[in-house]
């Protein structure tokens, strides 16, 4: 059967599997749309949550990033995982506890303000459309790659499915759905990396087979990368080139930022008891370390497998160089997406891969006749094309498209949910019309579902250029702005009103400040960027993506510090808050 | 529930999550970042060992770190008398 046959198959399956959850998981009222009637089991919740956390940038992206950027890469690894150690002992079981729909009705009963649940408001729909448009990109690539429709019907299918489960389903058909995108997405993508590790170390655990011998050579895959990229001219594939405060609060940032997304706290509220949220933290991880653990390795055999491609012999001697016209099926596929690209400087009909802009490779390089780098592959296709780089077989190939699909969905799902409970609970019920009815909350949720649904296509298919440059602002401003306050909220009884909108507005309006000044967001028409975005010119040598860090500790210390100058909470607060950090529900005496 | 069964219950809590945090901090930060080039002298396997920590150690700990979380806590719970029937 032909690939394409193949992968339509696989993925209707997938897609026919999703519907069918989400008729039978219908929502039936708002506490099972918002919250899926908190009867779902820690263990379904810890893989929903994977899901839902593991994008199409976790699935497609990340894997292909490492094997580029080598020790580098490891912010994100420690960065996308660490949060969760945050969530589990900072947050995670006094919301539940909390046992109310949205982080932002946290944010409002605890500081007693409308103000502040509609800033927090603001800072989720942002920080969520953001991430949205990513998700719906993902799918469009998916699409357009392996079923060879064009990316506008790609993505409206896409949309659709979305529609029918998110709209029909709400948090309960999400959390089911989300399962078996889960199961989906981790068998896609561990799969092609046993292979690949069988074929290279003849060892089946991806995670050893990154510390294991290349087999019949008796060096390690690791020393070997090593050895070859630096014969290349590029960075030594273990160390790193970014400074280590930068390495450090890009690090941070990320944790921090993880543990204060809105759609990743709101998973905990779902679980039935308190303990269920401590323990649920830790399938979440376990789930998503499955991945997090094989995309390093993933990445470095990637990383070899496409240098040994290239370079056939030795580096620098003149039939050492593959020749473009036996080059493999795989290269000339995605030449055709234009995704990898071979320009032939020197003229000889063969592919030189090295660091062109290292100066001191550079008199080698001339040496060995070679008139800069003839290949470029775009990073975003290591995942999707290693499959066929290491030759596997078709039902793999149409497996990992299916897997991409899953991971990109079941991300958006939870988030365009995150923002309709935002717009129908937070700014409907909450702020303008308290009285509705529950029914008419309901359905206010559902228009807003699809309403976001219709916003994220429009993102995906029409993506604004600064959506590679929002994601670091999504994760700096959670950590600036939202991770504090519910963390002062639970952790610091004397923190008040005045103390949290100030505290929230000085981080985001900091963060904010700091990536525009850089890198130029919103305000491209009046200059930005302004300032000139290297290491030398950066506050205390930190980057933008980092600088969420310095935002934080800006709100801890503005909040603590207007709190202290205005009055207490009052009292009644002061009781909620014993209540949230006792387990059972029990009186608070003084 | 009174103040001071309340104090003891939230100090033995912050006890634990500090605890746990220095971990979380020393495995990831520690050896992951900050002393990332000495412990790479050091050989595990195929493995730099300051390397795989940022790359494979520093989550595997995570992981533990959470249920070992979970378990204690539950525990002090119970020892409160706090937890949920």
């Excluded at chain 1, 594939?237 to 993880?258: E, N, P, Q």
Aim: overall charge neutral.
């Amino acid at each position: 059967m032909s690939l394409q046959a193949l992968t339509y198959i696989v993925v209707g399956l997938s897609f026919a599997l999703y519907i069918g959850i989400a008729i039978w998981s219908r929502a039936h009222n708002t506490a099972d749309f918002y919250i899926a009637g908190k009867g779902v089991s820690p263990l379904a919740n810890g893989m929903a949550t994977a899901a839902d956390w593991m994008s199409a940038a976790s699935f497609i992206s990340m894997a292909g990033l490492i094997a580029f950027l080598g020790y580098d890469g490891s912010v994100y690894l420690m960065g996308w995982t660490g949060g969760y150690v945050l969530l589990a002992l900072l947050l995670a079981p006094y919301l539940r506890k909390f046992g109310k729909f949205t982080v932002p009705e946290f944010i409002a009963e605890r500081y007693y303000s409308k103000t502040a649940r509609i800033v927090a408001v603001i800072c989720l729909i942002f920080i969520s459309f953001t991430y949205v448009a990513g998700q719906m990109r993902g799918v469009g690539i998916v699409f357009s790659r392996f079923l060879e429709v064009d990316v506008t019907v790609g993505l409206i299918i896409g949309m659709s499915v979305v529609f029918i489960y998110a709209v029909l389903g709400g948090m309960k058909g999400i959390t089911y759905t989300q399962v078996a995108q889960y199961c989906v997405l981790i068998f896609a993508y561990t799969v092609p990396a046993i292979f690949i590790a069988i074929q290279i170390t003849d060892n089946p655990i991806p995670q050893l087979a990154f510390g294991s011998e290349i087999s019949g050579t008796g060096t390690a895959l690791l020393d070997k990368l090593d050895d070859i990229v630096t014969s290349l001219g590029f960075n030594q594939y273990t160390s790193g080139t970014k400074s280590r405060i930068d390495v450090f609060c890009i690090t941070l940032a990320l944790m921090v930022g993880t543990a204060g997304l809105p759609h990743v706290i709101v998973r905990f509220f779902t679980v039935p008891k308190v303990r269920d949220a401590r323990i649920s933290a830790g399938y979440a991880l376990f789930f998503i370390a499955i991945l997090y653990t094989t995309a390093p390795a993933v990445g470095s055999m990637a990383r070899y497998n496409l240098i040994n491609t290239i370079q056939t012999g030795e580096v620098g001697s003149v039939d050492g160089n593959l020749v473009y016209d036996e080059r493999p099926d795989w290269f000339a596929t995605w030449e055709g997406t234009g995704l990898v690209k071979f320009d032939d400087k020197n003229g000889d009909g063969r592919v030189q891969y090295y660091d062109d802009s290292n100066p001191s490779f550079a008199p080698q390089a001339e040496q060995y006749g070679w008139q800069g780098n003839e290949l470029s592959v775009d990073r975003d296709i290591m995942v999707l094309a290693n499959p066929e780089i290491a030759g596997l077989p078709n039902w793999v190939i149409a497996l990992v498209a299916a897997g991409g699909i899953a991971a990109a969905l079941s991300t958006a799902a939870g988030l365009l949910l995150v923002i309709s409970a935002a717009v129908s609970h937070d700014l409907i019920k909450g702020i303008f019309l308290p009285s509705i009815s529950e029914k008419k909350e309901l359905l206010a949720g559902r228009i807003a579902a699809a309403f976001a649904i219709l916003v994220a296509g429009y993102l995906g298919f029409d993506p604004p250029g600064w959506v590679a440059q929002v994601v670091a602002f999504a994760f700096g401003l959670a950590a600036a702005s939202l991770f504090p306050v519910i963390l002062m909220g639970i952790f610091f009884k004397r923190v008040n009103r005045e103390g949290a909108i100030a505290g929230m507005l000085t981080g985001l309006i900091f963060t904010y400040g700091y990536i525009e000044f850089f890198k130029g967001l919103f305000l491209k028409w009046a200059g930005a960027p302004w300032g000139v975005n290297t290491a030398e010119h950066w506050f205390l040598g930190i980057s933008p993506e980092g600088i969420g860090v310095i935002g934080m500790c800006l709100n801890f210390t503005v909040a603590i510090a207007v709190s202290l100058m205005t009055k207490p909470p009052p009292e009644h607060i002061q009781h909620m808050v014993e209540h949230i950090r006792v387990p059972r529900h029990m009186e608070i005496k003084s | 529930m009174n103040k001071d069964k309340r104090l003891a219950y939230w100090r033995a809590n912050l006890r634990l999550v500090g605890f746990c945090l220095v971990i979380w901090f020393v495995c990831s930060y520690g050896f992951g970042i900050l002393l990332v080039e000495e412990l790479n002298t050091i050989r595990f396997g195929g493995f730099q060992l300051g390397f795989w920590f940022a790359q494979q150690g520093s989550i595997d700990i995570f992981v533990l770190l959470i249920f070992f979380y979970a378990w204690r806590m539950n525990r002090i719970d119970r020892d409160h008398d706090v937890h949920e029937d």
